[in-house]
């Protein structure tokens, strides 16, 4: 597994793991379903399942993901959006199969 990030979210994670030191402090990516703009995948704080999880280091801080998620998703990368929180996208990012949300059809997001 490897994990693309500029220096602004690394420090950004940086942050959130020092502001949440009552929860575990590796960064999970994981796919967090479809949306009205398609798949989305996202970020949380949680703990390695040893012999499920694959991880990688990026300077100090500790990403895991599921390893089937990982066989099928591939690498990841992500980048910070200031204020906003953050953008996650895979080396083998999936078509939209969710069709939209029921006002738009897909287009509104």
């Known amino acids: 597994m490897k994990v693309f990030a500029p220096d602004s979210a690394i420090n950004a994670l940086r942050e959130i ?19 009205c703009s398609g798949p989305s995948f996202a970020l949380a704080l949680d703990k390695e399942i040893e012999g499920e999880d694959v991880s ?4 100090d801080v500790h990403f895991i993901m599921d390893q089937n998620e990982f066989l099928t998703y591939g690498n990841v990368i992500i980048q910070e959006i200031p204020n906003r929180g953050f953008v996650v996208m895979v080396e083998n ?3 939209n199969e969710g069709g939209g949300c029921s006002g738009c059809s897909g287009g509104c997001c």
């Not at 793991?17 to 949306?35: E, L, T, W």
Request: some cysteine; glycine content about 4%.
């Open 93 to 95: 990012m999936p078509a």
């Open 56 to 59: 990688c280091d990026v300077e």
């Open 17 to 35: 793991i020092a502001d949440n030191q009552d929860k575990p402090n590796s960064v999970r990516v994981y796919f967090a379903g479809y949306a």
